[in-house]
């Protein structure tokens, strides 16, 4: 007997062995596919056929008080990218994106918002300093038929900012569709300097995303079997255009980067590898150029670059693999190890020349960690932010008008995340107990969490206050913003009590 108990617990053990056996083949396979299925390299494959198309400048007026008045409407329309059909998109006063809006410091200005696109929106100003009710977060829904116009004083340093819905929820959804725009802001020590500023000739917005398109030419928002990052497209759109290139008549172009994709971060330089002056981050101008050969942003980052080119050339600007710090795994399924052919630049056989870029650009105010009313300590993992998700019926903390806070972020698991604070600019003072490097050194409103660490920002919550109306905090993974990763601060006069946040947010 117990020699057949024993023949039939080999058997037994035979049998979950080759049927583990089969698995692991199974399952290698399906891993080695899905491994190699996650990486995307465009480079050297993208035709430059299409001439960049430029978001026109908004129209404005003066109103009788003085303000500066735009108009956008948020609809609905279809446009052919050239994929094998017509896209249905959404885009502001178009059918695709939106128009550039431009003020200058100490204007006033108002934007109409009127909700064309048959459900519940918001319009959110990404970097702009203003009133916690004029920011276009989750709490000022827009119904639809409905006109929202937030106004507020500009008072900021210029800077490439940029506009965005912000719906709890639907963010990812109503970006993808095409809603998304650039608000550049002037002042007079930006104007002073010998920099491109011919706006769509040599200073050109370059609004950069990710766009997978089904077989009838539509916008894909699956997310793929391991898409706990969110949508990664493996089809470049610039500006709206795919295989784009732009025409160059000046030695030297200004390019305002911003990275409005819902999930990838692009590692930006030239595929001749050549140095490019940074001379600008998400809020402002940098103190001096730093030469570069590469500018990594994170979704909702901006860099603004000066580039030289010689005549009659051509050149390729192209996303390396941004993944550098993290773990193979990691960088595999969530975009870094993915490279893209961007733009491609057409250099005039003769090109106008362009000053130097300055060597001294504008002054930038260090906050001191000394005048530190208050440190915060954040920690993301997950969905999370100290481990909880978004409640809008609920605020996170209160920080005190015109005070200064040291904020400590810290990311705990292996997926990168952008973080992202609404009102302020920051600075920040160190990354994994270092000095930032020179390309973080400048104003910031968003920054890039990739590897497991520790990053100290310090900024000061200046002028407004509204006890019972939150900015918000946030990854900018519009994903994970989506999935509840983001939470809500109110900034209240010294000694004042906070409220609560307004009910009624919801999606209508
Ligand atoms: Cu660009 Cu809270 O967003
Ligand atoms: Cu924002
Ligand atoms: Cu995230």
């Not at 178009?94 to 934007?111: F, H, I, M, Q, S």
Request: glycine share 12%; proline share 7%.
């Amino acid at each position: 007997m117990a020699g057949t108990g024993a023949r039939r617990w080999v058997t037994a053990l035979v049998g979950v062995l080759s049927g583990v056996l089969l698995l692991c083949g199974v399952g290698t396979g399906l891993a080695t596919w899905t491994w190699t299925r996650y990486v995307v390299d465009t480079t050297g494959e993208v035709s430059f056929v299409n001439r960049l198309a430029i978001p026109p400048l908004a129209e404005s007026r003066i109103d009788a008080r003085g303000r500066r008045v735009f108009d956008l409407r948020a609809q609905s329309g279809h446009r052919d990218f050239g994929q094998g059909g017509s896209t249905l998109t959404w885009g502001y006063n178009g059918d695709y994106l939106g128009p550039t809006l431009r003020a200058k410091r100490g204007e006033e200005v108002v934007v109409n918002v009127v909700n064309g696109v048959g459900e519940p929106t918001t319009v959110h100003w990404h970097g702009m300093h203003l009133p916690a009710a004029m920011d276009g977060g989750p709490h000022q829904m827009i119904r639809p038929g409905a006109t929202w116009s937030p106004h507020w004083r500009v008072d900021q340093p210029a800077a490439t900012l940029w506009y965005h819905p912000h719906l709890h929820g639907q963010t990812e959804q109503h970006v993808y569709r095409g809603l998304a725009g650039m608000f550049i802001l002037d002042d007079d020590a930006s104007a002073g300097l010998a920099l491109p500023r011919r706006y769509g000739v040599d200073d050109i917005p370059l609004i950069v995303q990710d766009r997978n398109f089904d077989s009838d030419g539509q916008f894909d928002h699956g997310r793929g079997l391991l898409g706990g990052i969110g949508i990664l497209g493996d089809t470049l759109l610039v500006n709206g255009t795919v295989g784009p290139y732009l025409d160059v008549r000046t030695e030297r172009v200004r390019l305002r980067l911003l990275n409005g994709s819902t999930a990838r971060t692009y590692d930006f330089g030239f595929a001749d590898n050549r140095d490019f002056a940074l001379i600008g981050t998400d809020g402002g101008l940098l103190e001096v150029p730093y030469q570069t050969p590469r500018i990594q942003l994170s979704p909702g980052e901006r860099a603004e670059i000066v580039v030289t080119v010689r005549p009659g050339e051509r050149t390729v600007l192209r996303s390396y693999p941004p993944g550098r710090d993290m773990d193979f795994v990691s960088r595999r399924i969530t975009g870094g190890d993915d490279a893209f052919d961007v733009l491609e630049l057409r250099a005039a056989e003769t090109l106008q020349p362009a000053p130097e870029v300055p060597a001294r650009l504008v002054p930038v105010e260090r906050l001191d960690p000394a005048s530190a009313a208050q440190a915060r300590t954040f920690h993301l993992a997950g969905h999370h932010i100290n481990g909880r998700r978004m409640d809008p019926g609920q605020l996170d903390f209160a920080v005190t008008r015109d005070t200064t806070e040291i904020w400590e972020i810290t990311k705990e698991d292996g997926t990168p995340h952008s973080f992202h604070v609404h009102d302020a600019q920051f600075q920040i003072l160190s990354i994994a107990g270092r000095e930032p490097p020179p390309e973080l050194r400048g104003w910031k409103d968003t920054i890039l969490l990739e590897a497991k660490q520790e990053i100290r920002i310090i900024a000061r919550f200046a002028d407004y206050a509204d006890p019972n109306m939150p900015y918000m905090y946030h990854c900018h993974l519009l994903y994970h913003e989506d999935q509840g990763m983001m939470g809500q601060f109110v900034v209240v006069e010294p000694g004042q009590r906070p409220g609560g946040p307004p009910t009624g947010h919801t999606h209508g």
